[in-house]
Each structure stands twice: as C-alpha cells, then as structure tokens.
C-alpha cells in the first residue's frame, strides 16, 4: 500500500483528468484552476463548458457571469442553466445587453438557455438573445410586455403562403429572419399573458410550446392563436406541433381554464399535454383538433364514465394512435349498467377465477377501463403510469 501513498496526479493522463474534472461544480472547477498552470489550462478545455449549470451557485452577479465569459465559456457550450436576483435582496441588474451579445460572440453553439428567477424587464426584446438559440427555458420570470415581438419584414405577410419553402432553408440561405427558437417552456410565469401569446405567432420555427401555471392566459387568447384557414392562408401558430397546457398550484382557483378555447380547432396540432385543472375541459375540446396524434392527460382526477365518453369522441379523429395517463386517479362508476360487457361477460369471468384472487381492486379497476378503450379506440396504444383508483368507503 505504500506505493498508492505517493501516488502523484501529473503522472495521469490528460483525458483522465478531464474525466475527473468533469464531476466537479462550475465553482468547483474555477478553484481546481487555482492549482497550478497545468490544471488552469486542463479547466479550461471545452469539454468541461458543455453543459453549465449555474443556478446552485449562491451569490452568483453579473460581475461573476462576465469572469467565467471571458476565462472559460466558448465555442463548446451546448447548455447554460442561469439563476436570476429576483428573489434576492440584492437585486439589480442580472443579464445586461452587452453580456448578451458577448454570449452570442464567444459561444456560438449555445442551442439550450434556462433562466430561473430571472427579471428580464430591463431587456426590451428576446431578439437580446443568442441567435443560436433552439430552446428557451423561463421558470418563474418576469417578462416585460413586448418580450416576445420581433420586427419583422413589410413581406412577412405574405408568408404563410411559403411556409413549406420557408422551413426548408436555413438562415444562410435567406429564408429566416429573427427569432429561431423551436421551443419555448414557460412555467410559473405569472406575467405571460394574451398578448404575449399573440407575439409568438410570428416566430418561425416554433414548433413545441409548454404551458404551466400561466393563469393569465385565457380562452379568448389561446382561440385567437389557434392556427385556421385565413384570407391568406394559415393563420396563428400554425408552425405548432405540440402543446403543453397545466395549472396544478393555486387551490381554489375557479377561473375558466385556457384550454376551453381548444374547441375552435388547431390545424397541424399533432400532440397535445394536459395536466390539473386544464385535463377536464381540454380533455372535452381534443376531439375539435383534426390533426391530433397523440394526448397526454397528467395529474388530474377523472370519471371513468367520463373518459369512456370523451374517448368516444375521439374515435372520429383519423390520426389519433395513443393515449397516455399519468398520475391520474381514476374514479369508478358507482352503479354500472347490469349486463355490460367491457371485453365479453365470459372472457372476464375465466379471467377472474384464474387469478382475480391475487389482483387488488384498483389494479381489476384500471384493467377494466383499458379494456373498455381498447374497444372504443381499437386502433389506439394506451399506457397507464403512476395511476391510482379512488375508492369510496361504501
């Protein structure tokens, strides 16, 4: 053992300590560059700065942000996870224009931001942004009114009527002007309203947008963007692919949900999540989009009569091919119809005696509302995750 007690690091390769360094926090890593020449230098290699997360350094400033810029941040960063001072007593000005546009010099691949308590309100635009951008991450921000507008072309008009050229060139090529962002993930961002939601509708590459605890986003807003046949084509967000919509905070909140405005359509919607209080009435609104494909309902509780109504419903839609439920909690029928078979009164009897001993009620429960889907949407792959059965005492 006494050849390990003089064990020096130097003798180790490079790439190995890379690797090594690799475990270390952002904070971490900048102190391990205080060792010596040949660690500062090994610190620095860019694969380190792939993926940076900043939101667990306390007392991070901007005077901070423009040190690790300058000394380490470059061409290899992929990813940047940002905590703002919006919950700080300090406060002050976090992300300014000229840390932007630094940003978007030196690191040119950066494709993924995440801000979290961040005040962007001293930013007029997200145009601010690194061009590079392809997702774009806000948890609890505050945005000022016309964050999400871009000036765009007198011709952007005309536009929708090209889209299918527009999506096959690059911003070499021309075709793309402003915002490339393809998505967007709001969550718990109290000032994200109707108008905001209105300004996306002239970004070009939109193609995912997630929703959650957006409260001040309502039906009349979610019902004017919604992609349609217009004067000069599609119209809305019509690039939109897949929607997110839930509200699971606030108890007691009785406002109508934003999903209701579903009901109008969306053209090209092909997958669309729903969690809380938006399930029920976007659950009721899904079979109005005629290119859904996919549905997710999450943590939410549903009637089993209810699902098996609404699923009927959606059997209309020619594309739709699955069903997912997460977290939900399902409620029973409290007088099922006498003789109603949900797969063959015979099959279920067999079944039953050969191993219902061994199954628990919620578990037969589940079982038996799969099988009444699976006759209603024949075509339609269901999964069950995390799901529970509400049982009443009597």
């Not at 053992?1 to 003089?6: I, R």
């Not at 209105?198 to 947008?209: G, N, V």
């Not at 050969?354 to 949407?377: C, H, T, Y």
């Amino acid at each position: 053992m006494d050849e390990f007690t003089t064990c020096n690091l130097d003798y180790l390769p490079e790439n190995i300590l890379i690797d090594v360094l690799s475990y270390l926090s952002v904070r971490e890593l900048v102190k391990a560059g205080r060792v010596c020449k040949r660690w500062r230098r090994l610190v620095k290699d860019q694969k380190l700065w792939r993926l940076v997360d900043l939101t667990a350094w306390k007392g991070m400033t901007s005077r901070i942000l423009w040190v690790l810029l300058r000394q380490y941040l470059g061409g290899g960063l992929r990813c940047l996870r940002l905590r703002g001072l919006l919950l700080s007593v300090r406060g002050g000005t976090f992300l300014s224009e000229a840390w932007l546009k630094a940003l978007s010099t030196k690191c040119p691949r950066l494709s993924k931001l995440y801000l979290l308590h961040a005040d962007l309100r001293s930013l007029p635009s997200c145009q601010l942004l690194p061009p590079s951008l392809k997702v774009l991450e806000l948890q609890g921000c505050e945005l000022p009114q016309g964050f999400f507008n871009q000036d765009l072309p007198a011709s952007s008009q005309e536009r929708p009527q090209a889209t299918s050229a527009v999506k096959q060139k690059g911003p070499r090529g021309g075709a793309y002007s402003g915002i490339s962002i393809e998505c967007l993930i709001l969550n718990n961002v109290p000032s994200f309203k109707d108008q905001h939601l209105q300004s996306l509708t002239s970004w070009e590459r939109l193609s995912r947008l997630e929703l959650c605890d957006t409260f001040r986003v309502t039906a009349n807003g979610l019902r004017g963007c919604a992609a349609k046949e217009g004067l000069c084509g599609l119209e809305g967000l019509f690039r939109l692919k897949f929607l997110e919509m839930s509200v699971t905070t606030r108890q007691g909140y009785q406002r109508p949900m934003a999903s209701s405005g579903l009901g109008s359509g969306w053209l090209g919607l092909e997958e669309l999540s729903l969690g809380g209080k938006e399930v029920v009435p976007g659950f009721l609104c899904a079979s109005h989009l005629k290119d859904l494909k996919r549905l997710y309902l999450k943590a939410c509780t549903l009637g089993e009569m209810q699902i098996v109504h609404n699923c009927t419903m959606l059997r209309r839609l020619p594309s739709f091919h699955r069903l997912e439920f997460l977290d939900v909690v399902f409620q029973p029928r409290l007088c099922p119809p006498e003789g109603e078979g949900h797969g063959g009164g015979e099959q279920d009897g067999e079944e039953e005696a050969a191993g219902g001993d061994n199954e628990s009620k919620p578990d037969k429960l589940i079982r038996n509302l799969s099988r009444s889907l699976a006759v209603v949407l024949p075509c339609c792959t269901l999964a069950f995750r995390n799901c529970s059965v509400q049982i009443n005492p009597d």
